[in-house]
């Protein structure tokens, strides 16, 4: 299973980058550019994307992998 993707704010812009890595897989000059870009990645590798504020604070979330929770039928 991969690791969770993430969407930063970096100086003037967004980053889009996969949690623990040094460096972002991309830059964006937009934060719904960047979530546009990591929505794709994340879906493609079935992991969890994660949306931060300016404030570097998570403000959503959303899983593309496989959702250990189970829902009752």
């Known amino acids: 299973m ?3 993707i993430h969407v930063v704010p970096h100086r003037d812009g967004w980053d889009v980058i996969h949690e623990g890595a040094r460096y ?5 000059d937009t934060q719904e550019e ?6 794709t ?4 590798e079935h992991v969890e994307l ?3 504020g300016r ?3 998570i403000r959503s979330r959303n899983s593309f992998g ?4 189970t829902i009752p039928g």
């Open 2 to 4: 991969g690791t969770s």
């Open 24 to 28: 972002a897989e991309s830059h964006h």
């Open 34 to 39: 960047a979530i546009a870009a990591a929505t």
């Open 41 to 44: 990645q994340a879906q493609r």
């Open 50 to 52: 994660l949306v931060h």
């Open 55 to 57: 404030d570097g604070q």
């Open 66 to 69: 496989h959702d250990p929770r």
